[in-house]
C-alpha cells in the first residue's frame, strides 16, 4: 500500500516560497522561511506569534518545540502534547504549515494525530542512533516531510546515517537543518558553524534541501542577519529562525529569539542573491576567469607532482643512510617561511597552515613508499 499523503510537502513549500516572492518582483531566490518559538508556552503565545509572523508576509511555516530535550535538568521540558491542538488552532488561523520536533516514536504519533504538517529531528536526537531508528520506524508507512538538524558533534556521518535510517524507513522528502556544533569552552558561537560540514552534506545529498538555523548558531540575536547573510550567500535553500512575541520572556532559549516585526526587518536587510542569471555577458566573463583558474590548477598540480618526485629523492638518501623520515626542525622552519610569504601574499594563516600539513602528509607518504621499497 503505497503511503498515505498528507499533502503538504517540503519541496512543495519551498517552491511556493520561490514563487512567492518572485512574484512580489523581490531577487531572492526564494529561500523558504521557518520560524517561530523555540518552545509553545501557551496557547496565546503560540497564536499571536503566528498571526504577527503571517502579517510579515515573509514566513512560510511555524515553528514551535513542544517537547525540550534540554542539557540540564530542571530546564523547561517543553509543554507536551497538550500544545499540539495550539499549533492546531494557529494553522487554522493563519494558513501557516506547522513543524514539531519529534524524538520518540510516541512524540511521532501525536504529531501526526495533530495535523503537524513537517517533522524535525534535533541535534540531541541525531547524535543517537537508537533515537532515530525508533523515530524513523515510527515514521513507516507515512508520507510525512522529516528534516534532519545536524548531531550537536562535528560528526558528518552521524548526520548521514541518520538520513539514510529516515531514507530506508521511506521518507522521500527529507531535508537537512545546519545549526551548528557545540564545542568545549565559549566562543563568539554557542555552536561553532562549521560551515564545511554543511556544504559537504549539500554536495553528498544534491535534492535535499539545506536549511540554515542562524538561531541556535549564534546563541544570540544581535550576530544572525550576518549568519543568515551568509546562509543566502551560500545558497541554503531556508531558514529557520526563533521568534518570540516577547522574547526576553521566552521559557527557552531566550537571548536567541527575536520578535516576529524584528525578523521581518532583518529579512529585509538580507541580500538575496540568485544562483544564476540570464547574461550571456555574465556567463562569457565568468567563463573567461574560470578557464584562468583551471590553467592554474592545472599547473599547481604539475608542480605539486615535481615536488613530490623530489620527496621520493630525498627518502631514497634518508634510506640509504637510515635517517628518519620526519626531521622536525626543517618542518618549522619551512612552515615559519611559510606564515610570512603568505602573509604577503595575501593568504590567510589557517590556510597556509592547512595547505602545508596537506602537503607534508602527502610528502612523507612519498618517502615512506620509497622507504619501504
Ligand atoms: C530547537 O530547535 O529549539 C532545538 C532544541 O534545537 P537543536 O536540536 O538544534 O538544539
Ligand atoms: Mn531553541
Given at each position: 500500500?503505497?503511503?498515505e499523503s498528507?499533502?503538504?510537502?517540503?519541496?512543495?513549500?519551498?517552491?511556493?516560497?520561490?514563487?512567492?516572492?518572485?512574484?512580489?518582483?523581490?531577487?531572492?531566490?526564494?529561500?523558504?522561511?521557518?520560524s517561530?518559538p523555540?518552545?509553545?508556552?501557551?496557547?496565546?503565545?503560540?497564536?499571536?506569534t503566528?498571526?504577527?509572523?503571517?502579517?510579515?508576509?515573509?514566513?512560510?511555516?511555524?515553528?514551535?518545540?513542544i517537547w525540550?530535550?534540554?542539557?540540564?535538568?530542571?530546564?523547561?521540558?517543553?509543554i507536551?502534547?497538550?500544545?499540539?491542538?495550539w499549533?492546531?488552532q494557529?494553522?487554522?488561523?493563519?494558513g501557516?504549515?506547522?513543524?514539531?520536533?519529534?524524538?520518540?516514536?510516541?512524540?511521532?504519533?501525536?504529531?501526526?494525530?495533530?495535523?503537524?504538517?513537517?517533522?524535525?529531528?534535533?541535534?540531541?536526537?541525531?547524535?543517537?542512533?537508537?533515537?532515530v531508528?525508533?523515530v524513523?520506524d515510527?515514521?513507516?508507512?507515512?508520507?510525512v516531510?522529516?528534516?534532519?538538524?545536524n548531531?550537536?558533534?562535528?560528526?558528518?556521518?552521524?548526520w548521514?546515517?541518520?538520513?539514510?535510517?529516515?531514507?530506508?524507513?521511506?521518507?522521500?522528502?527529507?531535508?537537512?537543518i545546519?545549526?551548528?556544533?557545540?564545542?568545549?569552552?565559549?566562543?563568539?558561537?554557542?555552536?561553532a558553524?562549521?560551515?564545511h560540514?554543511?556544504?559537504?552534506?549539500?554536495?553528498?545529498?544534491?535534492?535535499?534541501?539545506?536549511?540554515?538555523?542562524?538561531?541556535h548558531?549564534?546563541?544570540r540575536?544581535?550576530?544572525?542577519?550576518?549568519?543568515?547573510?551568509?546562509?543566502v550567500?551560500?545558497?541554503?535553500?531556508?531558514?529557520?529562525?526563533?521568534?518570540?512575541?516577547?522574547p526576553?520572556?521566552a521559557w527557552?532559549?531566550?537571548?536567541?529569539?527575536?520578535?516576529?516585526?524584528?525578523?521581518?526587518?532583518?529579512?529585509?536587510?538580507?541580500?538575496?542573491?540568485?544562483?544564476?542569471?540570464?547574461?550571456?555577458?555574465?556567463?562569457?566573463?565568468l567563463e573567461?576567469?574560470?578557464?584562468?583558474?583551471?590553467?592554474?590548477?592545472?599547473?599547481?598540480?604539475?608542480?605539486l607532482?615535481?615536488?613530490?618526485?623530489?620527496?621520493?629523492?630525498?627518502?631514497?638518501?634518508?634510506?640509504?643512510?637510515?635517517?628518519?623520515?620526519?626531521?622536525?626542525?626543517?618542518?618549522?622552519?619551512?612552515?615559519?617561511?611559510a606564515?610570512?610569504?603568505?602573509?604577503?601574499?595575501?593568504?590567510?594563516?589557517?590556510?597556509?597552515?592547512?595547505?602545508?600539513?596537506?602537503?607534508?602528509?602527502?610528502?612523507?607518504?612519498?618517502?615512506?613508499?620509497?622507504?619501504?621499497?
Amino acid at each position: 500500500m503505497p503511503p498515505e499523503s498528507r499533502g503538504v510537502t517540503l519541496q512543495t513549500n519551498l517552491y511556493y516560497a520561490n514563487n512567492r516572492r518572485n512574484s512580489k518582483g523581490s531577487s531572492s531566490k526564494g529561500m523558504a522561511i521557518i520560524s517561530g518559538p523555540c518552545s509553545a508556552e501557551t496557547e496565546e503565545q503560540v497564536v499571536q506569534t503566528a498571526q504577527r509572523l503571517a502579517a510579515t508576509g515573509k514566513i512560510d511555516m511555524l515553528r514551535a518545540g513542544i517537547w525540550k530535550p534540554r542539557t540540564k535538568p530542571g530546564m523547561f521540558e517543553g509543554i507536551g502534547a497538550k500544545g499540539l491542538p495550539w499549533l492546531q488552532q494557529a494553522k487554522k488561523l493563519t494558513g501557516l504549515p506547522t513543524t514539531v520536533e519529534v524524538a520518540t516514536g510516541k512524540q511521532v504519533q501525536d504529531a501526526l494525530t495533530f495535523d503537524v504538517d513537517v517533522l524535525w529531528i534535533g541535534a540531541r536526537t541525531t547524535v543517537n542512533p537508537f533515537s532515530v531508528q525508533e523515530v524513523a520506524d515510527a515514521l513507516r508507512g507515512i508520507d510525512v516531510p522529516v528534516m534532519i538538524k545536524n548531531p550537536v558533534n562535528p560528526d558528518m556521518e552521524l548526520w548521514s546515517g541518520a538520513v539514510e535510517r529516515v531514507a530506508r524507513a521511506g521518507i522521500k522528502q527529507i531535508g537537512l537543518i545546519h545549526r551548528g556544533f557545540s564545542s568545549y569552552g565559549n566562543t563568539e558561537y554557542r555552536n561553532a558553524p562549521m560551515w564545511h560540514i554543511a556544504i559537504d552534506m549539500k554536495l553528498k545529498y544534491p535534492g535535499m534541501p539545506m536549511i540554515n538555523d542562524p538561531s541556535h548558531i549564534c546563541g544570540r540575536r544581535d550576530i544572525l542577519l550576518e549568519i543568515m547573510q551568509k546562509a543566502v550567500d551560500l545558497d541554503y535553500d531556508g531558514l529557520m529562525v526563533e521568534s518570540h512575541i516577547d522574547p526576553d520572556k521566552a521559557w527557552s532559549d531566550a537571548k536567541q529569539q527575536v520578535t516576529p516585526e524584528q525578523l521581518k526587518e532583518m529579512l529585509d536587510k538580507i541580500i538575496w542573491r540568485k544562483e544564476d542569471i540570464n547574461s550571456e555577458e555574465y556567463h562569457a566573463a565568468l567563463e573567461k576567469l574560470r578557464q584562468q583558474i583551471n590553467h592554474l590548477d592545472d599547473e599547481l598540480m604539475q608542480i605539486l607532482s615535481q615536488r613530490m618526485k623530489i620527496a621520493e629523492q630525498i627518502g631514497q638518501y634518508k634510506k640509504e643512510n637510515n635517517i628518519t623520515i620526519l626531521q622536525t626542525n626543517r618542518w618549522n622552519e619551512i612552515i615559519e617561511k611559510a606564515f610570512a610569504k603568505g602573509e604577503k601574499n595575501g593568504l590567510s594563516k589557517e590556510f597556509i597552515m592547512k595547505y602545508f600539513d596537506a602537503v607534508h602528509m602527502e610528502s612523507i607518504n612519498h618517502q615512506k613508499k620509497v622507504m619501504d621499497s
